[in-house]
Every structure is written in C-alpha cells, then in structure tokens.
C-alpha cells in the first residue's frame, strides 16, 4: 500500500526558507504515469497547488509561486523536496505532499496523499 | 488559469437525505478533466471522483459526479454520518491544475 509521509521543521522565520522532504514507501517514485507534488492550505481556507516533479526531474509550478519554489527529487532515496524561499506568514499552512496521477492531454489529480504537516511562519 | 466556484458554500442535511453540491468553472474544463474530494477535520483530502463520473478505488457507488463543460455536480445519493465533511472540486485540464473553495456539508 503506496503511502507519503511528510518531514520538516514546523516553524521558520520570516525571510527565510521553508524546506520540506515527501517519503514515498510501498511503491517506486519512478513509477511512469505518475508525478509527485506538493499542495498547501492555509488555516481554514481551501487547497492551493504549489507544482510537481518527475522522477527523471521534470518540473510544473504554480505561476503564483513559481519564483520562490523549488521542488527535487532523490530516487536513490524514493523521496521529493519542497524548497520556498522568502516566506511570510501568508506561507503558514498545512503543507500536504501527493502522488500526482497524469491524464492523457491533460495534467493531474491527486490520488495518494500524505497526512500533511503544519509549517507556521513567525519570529 | 480557471476560476472554479462552488455552492453552496455549506450545505445543510439529515442522514439519508440527498446532497447535490455545484463546481461552476470560469472557462470549460478540456476532457471533463474535474475530479472531487472529501476532507474531514483534521485529515488530508480523499480522491472520490476522477474524470467527472469515475469512482475513484473503494469508494461506495452512493456517491457519484456527472457534468461537463463548465457545470460539474457531485451527488451523495443517501448521506451516511460519516459523509459530512467538506468538498473540493479540482480541474486538471488546464495548467496551473486549480481547486474549488468548497462546500461544506453538515448535519441539520
């Protein structure tokens, strides 16, 4: 059974970089018809997807977002990374990482998700 | 990127009753490329739908999605307690893959 686990610190500064790593057991990361990303929601509000990456290293990002994040992915260790730069406190939210399932001329929905993990940012 | 709108925004109901809940998209969704979610407190979004209309695995055939275009409807034919929770609509025809705000369905 394919299953993410979210890691990282749960509060970061103001400025500074949000780093988060996505452990993929059960299953391979380099699995074809699949991406892996990451998407977010902020306390009691909706989900926003922040991009996606291929296990050969292909990336989509949120055009919202596009300039501070970085998102890797290290298949010797079947996980993917998160890094976003410059946070604010707008960045506070459950951050949730997911297998992306690719659709034919399309792009993705999520079909396995990690449980999330809360990044709060303050000094 | 498209807008999608959901409503109501909460949606009140006994179990056994019917639910009907609404994702209205800005622009039409290619491929009927509309999938939806169920997220309880506490708890990282479900896949329940993909595709509009396919149930995603292990999900009871009570629920169901139909639409296409911009007008896109889930339906709970007979709430069961564990169903109140709220709903997201996600499109994935078109880049960046966008989600409704939600609906909330709650016991009356």
């Known amino acids: 059974q394919l299953q993410l686990q979210e890691s990282g610190p749960g509060l970061v500064k103001p400025s500074e970089t949000l780093s988060l790593t996505c452990t993929v057991s059960g299953g391979s990361i380099s699995s074809s018809s699949y991406y892996w990303g990451w998407i977010r929601q902020p306390p009691g509000k909706g989900l926003e997807w922040i991009g996606s990456?291929?296990?050969?290293?292909?990336?989509y990002y949120n055009p919202s977002l596009k300039s501070r994040v970085t998102i890797s992915v290290d298949t010797s260790k079947n996980q993917f990374s998160l890094k976003l730069s410059s946070v604010t406190a707008a960045d506070t939210a459950v951050y949730y990482c997911?297998?992306?399932?690719?659709?034919?001329?399309?792009?993705?929905?999520?079909?396995?998700w990690g449980k999330g993990t809360t990044v709060t940012v303050s000094s | 990127e498209i807008v999608l709108t959901q409503s109501p925004g909460t949606l009140s109901l006994s179990p056994g009753e019917r639910a009907t809940l609404s994702c209205r998209a800005s622009q039409s969704v290619s491929s009927s490329y509309l999938a939806w979610y169920q997220q309880k407190p506490g708890q990282a979004p479900r896949l329940l739908i993909y595709?509009?209309?396919s149930r995603a695995t292990g999900i009871p055939d009570r629920f169901s999605g139909s639409g296409s275009g911009t007008d896109f409807t889930l339906t709970i034919s007979r709430l069961e307690p564990e169903d109140f929770a709220v709903y997201y609509c996600?499109?994935?025809?078109?880049?960046?893959?966008?989600f409704g705000g939600g609906t909330k369905v709650e016991i009356k």
């Open positions: 997911a297998r992306h399932h690719w659709a034919p001329g399309g792009y993705y929905y999520m079909d396995v």
């Open positions: 595709g509009a209309s």
């Open positions: 990456i291929y296990y050969s290293g292909s990336t």
């Open positions: 996600q499109q994935y025809g078109s880049s960046p893959v966008t």
